[in-house]
């Protein structure tokens, strides 16, 4: 296998694994930051100077710097998919309680419930 | 019973034939054709039910109101499992609540076997009594939804170390206990397995009891995709 598809996939799955258990901290966003700014860069010095980023490319046994900037671009957005799920999942969250306390806060307590059923059809069971 | 002059807190040990410690707990989304039959049918047998209207854009809601049922309503749609979550929390306000059952809006439940669980579950002193519709022959299903709920099941056994023979039906009841130890986080369909999951992780002394499930065209019309239990599995698996 190639130093690339070993390296990808590592870093692939440590992403998935990472973003999936741990909660999404300030230490996770820093990470993702540091990331995205790496990709950033990488993507600026392609520009300038591919042939540079073209021997980076090489040495970790990749064809082109075009390719490197390729994978590293799934990987991000791998982990963009991930903890935008995530958010998503805790924004519902929240949601779903907001909705559920207010619902409850406005229905008749159960108490009351029981005061005007009083001659339901049960009674007469 | 407004002035009654037995106590507030009774603990009987009789099986509550009047059931009036039972809150039923129906998830209403959009069901204005048939939500008034069945709470009328419920209100043969149970005294209290409390429907939680999804944020439905018909006339559900006034419906059921009409039909008998106490209506919590979501301002906006959250999904099946959120509005049963909010059914039991409901139920768990009222101090009289002995049982908790939770009971589908598309009248494919028969109250009977509802009332049956109940029973059981206060003779028995279990904590919940799961609905299933693979203990005896009656209930009819199409193959392709046969074979997909017995995978479902497969699974839930596999990851739970249950031993249920349907995972995925909507009639259960729970006791006081088994309803407090419930946290449904899944907001749409996988609210069933998660059920199973917290309950197979607790102490709660469960049992499964044979219900007639009744695939009406209506119940059908309304029911689950089979690529639903696509959803209901990514849910499942990522959290």
Redesign the interface.
Known sequence: MLVIQVLLLVVVLVVGVLLVRSTAGARHQAVRRLLLGALVALAVASILVPTAVTAVANVVGVGRGADLLLYGLVVAFLGFVVSSYRRSRALEETVTQLARRLALDEAPTPEQARHHEGDGPAAGA | ??TSAHSPAPAPADPD????GT?VVVPLFCEAAVIGDVVHGL??????V?C?DDGSGDDSAARARAA?A???????N?GQG?AL??GI???L??P??RSVVTFDADGQHRVEDAAAMVTRLHAEDLDVVFGTRFLDGRTELDPVRRLVLRAAVVYTNRTTGMRLTDAHNGLRVFSRRGAQALRI?H?RMAHASEIVHQVGRSDLRWAEQPVHVLYTDYSRSKGQSLLNSVNILVETL??
């Open positions: 019973m407004t034939p009047g059931f009036d809150w209100r043969t047998r149970f005294r209290h409390v939680v008998g106490v209506v919590v309503r979501h301002a906006v959250l959120a979550q909010t929390a409901y139920a306000r009222d009289l609540t986080r907001n990522l959290g």
